[in-house]
C-alpha cells in the first residue's frame, strides 16, 4: 500500500497485493517466506516507480510466527505456520512447568495454542542450534535492512513478554527452559530503523533517502490505531481472518475473571494495552469456501453470491460456538461447522446460503457476547462499536453484529491496518503530529465510514 500523507491528506492507493499460501510439507504446515520476502520486493518496486520520492516504509504482519537464525543471521528453517499440529498438547507440558496462573499475572496473554512460547517448546532441539529469533516482521525488517531486533506489540504476542514492564519477561523465559540470548532488543513503533540494504535499493529503485521505520507491526495493533473513533468509548472488530473484538485500555486488566474469560493484553502503539479476545473470524467462511472449491462440484462458491443468498435466509436459524479449538486447523469447514450445529442441538444447515447465515449469526453473536465481556471485565463504557478490516465491506456481517451487539457499527475503513501504520511513521517523520487521537481525526476527515444503526434490517 502506498500512501501520501500530509496534515490533512491521507491517500492510500493498493500497489501490489499477493496470496499468501501455506504449503504442506512431511513435517508440517509451513509459510512459503521467501515468496512472501520476494512480493514484499516487488510491492516496493511498484511503490517506486508510482512514487519516486518514497521517504519510509513500514511492515506488519499477523504475530505469534517467526523465523530461527543462527549466530550468522542464516535462517535455520522455514518458518511454520501457526495452525500447524506441532504445538498439540505442548501448552499442558509448559503449564506443568509454568502455571496458567503465573503466565497470565506476568504476560497478562490470552490463551492460545499457537503462542509463540509454546511453538518455541515445540520446537524441541532445533531451538538449542539458534541464536535469533525474529518475528516474521522483524524477519522482514532485518533483510530489508539488515537491523535485527523485535518490535514491542508483536514481542507483547509472544507469552514471553511482561506486560507491565513493557519489556521481556527474563524470569519466564529462563523457566520455559529458553536462553534470554534468543530474544533481541525492543524496538517501539515510530523507531526509525534505518536505511535499506545496497541489493533492496537495487531489487526495488527505491531511493537511497527512504528509511524503514517500526510501526505496529502486529497487524491488529496497526489497525486499532486505524480506527476512526473520536473518543474512548468504543469496541473494536478488527475484522479479516480472525476477529480481535475489545477495547482501548492506559493499563493492564490482570484480574482472575479476565484470565478465566480468556482476554488477552496486548499491546498497542502510544503505551496502550488492547484489552481483546481472538474470535475465529472470517476463516470460517473463506476455509468453507475453500473446502467447496476443493471439492469442485456443483454449487455456488463466490462470495458476493453466497452473501447476497445468505441474507434472504430467515432470521433465527443456528447458531455455534465459533470459538471452539475444532475450528482452527485447515480442512473441511462446512462439516465442522454441521458437526457444531448439531453439538449445540441446533437444526443443521441444509444450503450453502443457510451455512454463510449459520457462520454470521454466530460470529455476530460472539462479537456481541465478546464487546459486553470486554467492558464489564475492563469497566470502560461502550457507545459504539468499531468494525475495521476486510469485513467491513460485508453488509450482511456488519447489520447482524449491529442488531446482536445493540449498538451502532460504523464500519471501515478497510484497509485500517495501513492506515495505522502508515500513520505512525508519518508522525515519526514529523508529517503529522499529535497523539493518536489527532491520527484518528486525520482518517475520520479523510476515510468514508458506514453507520449500521440496531434493528434495521437489511432491505433484500
Ligand atoms: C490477526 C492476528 C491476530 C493473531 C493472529 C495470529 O491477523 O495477528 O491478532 O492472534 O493473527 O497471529
Known amino acids: 500500500m502506498l500512501a501520501r500523507v500530509g496534515r490533512q491528506r491521507l491517500e492510500l492507493t493498493e500497489v501490489h497485493r499477493f496470496p499468501n499460501v501455506p504449503v504442506r510439507l512431511p513435517d508440517g504446515l509451513h509459510w512459503d517466506v521467501l515468496r512472501l520476502y520476494r512480493d514484499v520486493l516487488d510491492g516496493l518496486a511498484a511503490a517506486a516507480r ?242 467447496w472449491r476443493r471439492a469442485g462440484t456443483d454449487g455456488v462458491d463466490d462470495l458476493p453470491s453466497l452473501l447476497a443468498a445468505a441474507a434472504e435466509v430467515p432470521p433465527g436459524g443456528p447458531v455455534f460456538d465459533t470459538d471452539d479449538p475444532i475450528f482452527l486447523p485447515p480442512g473441511d469447514m462446512p462439516a465442522r461447522v454441521e458437526d457444531a450445529c448439531r453439538r449445540a442441538g441446533a437444526r443443521v444447515p441444509a444450503t450453502r446460503p443457510e451455512l454463510v447465515r449459520s457462520i454470521l449469526d454466530s460470529l455476530a453473536a460472539a462479537y456481541a457476547r465478546t464487546v459486553r465481556e470486554a467492558a464489564a471485565l475492563s469497566g470502560r463504557e461502550v457507545d459504539a462499536v468499531h468494525l475495521v478490516g476486510g469485513g467491513a465491506k460485508n453488509e450482511l456481517l456488519c447489520q447482524l453484529t449491529a442488531d446482536a451487539c445493540g449498538l451502532p457499527v460504523v464500519a471501515g475503513p478497510v484497509e485500517a491496518t495501513a492506515l495505522g501504520n502508515v500513520l505512525v511513521q508519518a508522525r515519526s517523520l514529523g508529517v503529522v503530529d499529535g497523539d493518536r487521537w489527532a491520527l484518528r481525526e486525520l482518517i475520520r476527515a479523510t476515510q468514508p465510514t458506514r453507520r449500521y444503526e440496531p434493528g434495521h434490517r437489511l432491505s433484500a
Not at 76 to 104: F, I, M, Q, S, W
Request: charged share 20%; hydrophobic share 45%; glycine share 10%.
Open 50 to 291: 508510482s512514487n519516486a520520492g518514497l521517504s519510509s516504509v513500514g511492515i506488519d504482519s499477523w504475530a505469534v510466527d517467526y523465523g530461527l537464525l543462527d549466530g550468522d543471521g542464516r535462517l535455520l528453517g522455514n518458518p511454520y505456520h501457526y495452525r500447524d499440529a506441532r504445538t498439540d498438547g505442548v501448552a499442558d507440558a509448559v503449564h506443568r512447568k509454568v502455571g496458567e496462573r503465573d503466565l497470565y499475572a506476568v504476560t497478562g496473554l490470552q490463551f492460545l495454542p499457537f503462542n509463540t512460547i509454546y511453538q518455541l517448546v515445540a520446537e524441541g532441539d532445533a531451538l538449542s542450534r539458534a541464536a535469533h529469533l525474529a518475528l516474521l516482521p522483524d524477519l522482514m525488517t532485518y533483510w530489508l535492512t539488515g537491523s535485527l531486533a523485535t518490535e514491542a506489540t508483536n514481542a507483547s504476542t509472544t507469552g514471553l513478554f511482561d506486560v507491565r514492564a513493557g519489556d521481556w519477561a527474563g524470569d519466564l523465559i529462563a523457566a520455559a527452559g529458553m536462553p534470554t540470548s534468543l530474544f533481541t532488543p525492543l524496538r517501539r513503533p515510530g523507531d526509525v530503523v534505518g536505511a535499506l540494504r545496497p541489493e533492496v535499493l537495487d531489487d526495488t529503485g527505491l531511493p537511497a533517502s527512504a528509511v524503514v521505520t517500526a510501526v505496529g507491526s502486529h497487524d491488529t495493533a496497526s489497525a486499532v490505531v486505524g480506527v476512526p473513533a473520536a473518543d474512548g468509548r468504543f469496541a473494536y472488530i478488527s475484522c479479516g481472518t480472525w476477529s480481535l473484538v475489545g477495547v482501548e485500555l492506559e493499563a493492564p486488566v490482570l484480574t482472575e475473571a479476565s484470565r478465566t474469560a480468556n482476554f488477552t493484553n496486548e499491546g498497542g502503539t502510544d503505551n496502550t494495552i488492547r484489552y481483546l479476545r481472538n474470535v475465529m473470524g472470517l476463516w470460517l467462511l473463506s476455509e468453507s469456501i475453500a473446502t
